[in-house]
């Protein structure tokens, strides 16, 4: 069978399965990669490999025998030396093989972001020992954040309220790091009065935008988002102005999951994500391409709009399971997509296994405002429950 294009996926949890059904309609091949079976992209694939992304060896063999078009990243904890290697070669990493180096490690896009482009970013620094993130205290103050440059989904992060916290956030944080690089980072905390994830397209013709989409965090990772995002005129302009230099700096087509912190008129660049991103899973219903479609677009060369068109305001709501276990099912599904007062969707992640806090499945909704979009979604999740057999 003759596809469009080869795809290698390096992770293959939720936002990898979207991204896995966005590119077979497109007519690609997916081969799924994750450290272990069963992972939710795999489920769809047409092929996969179970193996560390960190061994050098391993993700250099998956690459040699499977000759993919295209390298996708959809996780942080990635050997990225081989990603420079192969690209290097003539594989095509998205967005970059530099893009991926940068972004896999916290302290060197945070460093881009401030030091080379001059974005505003929050006071920062860096720590390789708990006593170096004491010292680090007094430069960024109380109270600060601290987390390890290598994670995802908030693992590891923490509010340092007094001095006497920093020994927990610092142990906190070293037993939750992805990879093996033992440095964290501590940051001025920003008393914002919202954040943004604003979803920046690179493509053939240039650089696009989705609606802004503001998100709620709870331990570091995030419980709901809504699009679109309410923020002034000025403050969406300077937002898309920064989006737009770093994305042009780290090169490459795909989406990037480009967050801020918003104070007033004042825009903070957070963090960068060259892929899809967990707050943009409320795209699934906002819009009519999803960041899956429109990052599958960008990456095969293909028509991306320069105007997303909105379907209406919508929300995200996460589902969360509470104990770890490998025996168990969901009811309440038929409750929750009936739910009143709008448009409801659900999506159920199909991960083997469940823990405290892991993210199962996400409500979607969509409705006359935001606001409401919000409490359809909440509600909805609230009605799916995971049963322990």
């Known amino acids: 069978m003759a596809f469009t294009a080869k795809i290698l996926l390096l992770g293959s ?4 399965r979207e991204f896995v059904i966005s590119a077979k309609r497109l007519g690609c091949q997916v081969i799924a990669c994750d450290s272990y079976a069963g992972a939710p992209a795999m489920q769809l694939a047409d092929r996969f490999e179970i193996f560390s992304m960190l061994d050098g060896e391993l993700l250099r063999a998956a690459i040699d025998k499977h000759k993919p078009d295209f390298v996708v990243p959809e996780v942080e904890a990635i050997r990225t030396s081989v990603l420079a290697d192969v690209e290097a070669e003539g594989v095509r990493v998205v967005p970059s093989a530099r893009a991926a180096q940068l972004t896999m490690n916290r302290d060197r896009i945070r460093d881009v972001a401030a030091t080379e482009l001059g974005l505003r970013t929050s006071t920062y ?25 290598m994670s995802s989904s908030g693992k590891g992060q923490s509010t340092v309220k007094t001095a006497e916290d920093i020994e927990r956030a610092w142990d906190y944080a070293v037993s939750n790091m ?3 690089r033992r ?9 914002f ?13 240039g650089v696009s935008f989705c609606p802004p989409i503001g998100h709620r965090q709870e331990r570091g990772d995030y419980q709901e988002s809504w699009q679109p995002a309410a923020m002034s005129a000025k403050a969406l302009a300077d937002a898309q102005d920064m989006a737009r230099k770093v994305v042009d700096d780290l090169g490459g087509h795909g989406i990037f999951g480009v967050e801020f912190f918003v104070r007033g008129e004042e825009v903070i660049f957070s963090e960068l994500s060259p892929r899809p991103h967990d707050t943009g899973m409320v795209t699934l219903i906002s819009q009519n391409l999803s960041e899956f479609d429109l990052h599958a677009r960008a990456i095969l060369g293909l028509h991306v709009p320069d105007q ?11 589902i969360l399971a509470d104990r770890n276990s490998e025996n168990f099912h969901f009811e309440g599904q038929a409750e929750a997509l009936a739910t009143r007062g709008g448009e409801i969707d659900l999506r159920i992640f199909a991960k083997p296994t469940t823990r405290p806090y ?28 995971i049963v322990y057999d």
């Not at 860096?126 to 993130?133: G, Q, R, T």
């Not at 440095?183 to 008393?191: G, H, K, L, P």
């Not at 009065?193 to 013709?205: P, Q, S, V, W």
């Open 13 to 16: 949890g939720e936002l990898g």
């Open 178 to 180: 992805r990879g093996d």
């Open 193 to 205: 009065d919202y954040e943004i994830t604003l979803l920046t397209i690179r493509h053939k013709d």
């Open 125 to 149: 620094r860096y720590a390789e020992s708990l006593e170096e993130a004491r010292t680090a205290l007094a430069d960024t103050g109380l109270p600060c954040v601290v987390k390890p440059v």
């Open 358 to 385: 892991r993210r199962m499945g996400v409500a979607l909704a969509l409705a006359n405002d935001t606001d409401s979009a919000r409490k359809l979604a909440a509600e909805a999740a609230s009605k799916v429950r």
């Open 183 to 191: 440095r964290v980072i501590v940051e001025a905390f920003i008393d």
């Open 308 to 318: 997303m068109r909105l379907n209406g305001p919508s929300a995200s709501a996460v």
